[in-house]
């Protein structure tokens, strides 16, 4: 894809640019009002809730019987077995980020050097190498 940029004349890169860029901003703004209007929905539900007098009794009740949960994991968790199999468990969380991290850019080193975004796995299935952007504020 990148060659079939630099192939193209500059005015239609351009004028790619500013429609590509065009596109971004429309989606953008169409996902900040969407975004708005669900968060209106959200309110006008939780208005019709805070109204409901069964609801907010059993959501009392929910409330009470959720702390005493929480109680109760505390204290299953406090025994040593429990203390161990959670440090385990954040140890292998970590290890999995960092592995993730490290097959993203094997992956995007595969794609740059190969000239492909596929690749076969020891099982002899062909896998397709894909990228997720999204877009953030700049810093």
Do not use: C, F
């Not at 971004?24 to 309110?43: C, F």
């Amino acid at each position: 894809m990148v060659d079939k940029v630099r192939i193209m004349p500059e005015e239609n890169q351009a004028q790619n640019i500013v429609n590509i860029e065009s596109l971004i901003n429309s989606a953008s703004s169409r996902l900040n009002d969407l975004t708005y209007e669900v968060k209106e929905h959200k309110a006008m539900l939780d208005e019709i809730l805070e109204n409901d007098q069964e609801y907010q009794e059993v959501e009392k009740e929910a409330k009470k019987q959720a702390k005493l949960k929480t109680i109760a994991r505390q204290k299953a968790l406090n025994v040593p077995a429990a203390q161990s199999t959670m440090e385990k468990l954040k140890e292998t969380q970590i290890q999995l980020r960092e592995i993730k991290t490290a097959l993203s850019d094997y992956l995007a080193q595969y794609v740059s050097v190969s000239g492909t975004n596929q690749i076969e796995g020891p099982d002899g299935v062909v896998r397709k190498i894909i990228y997720t952007a999204k877009l953030v504020k700049a810093k």
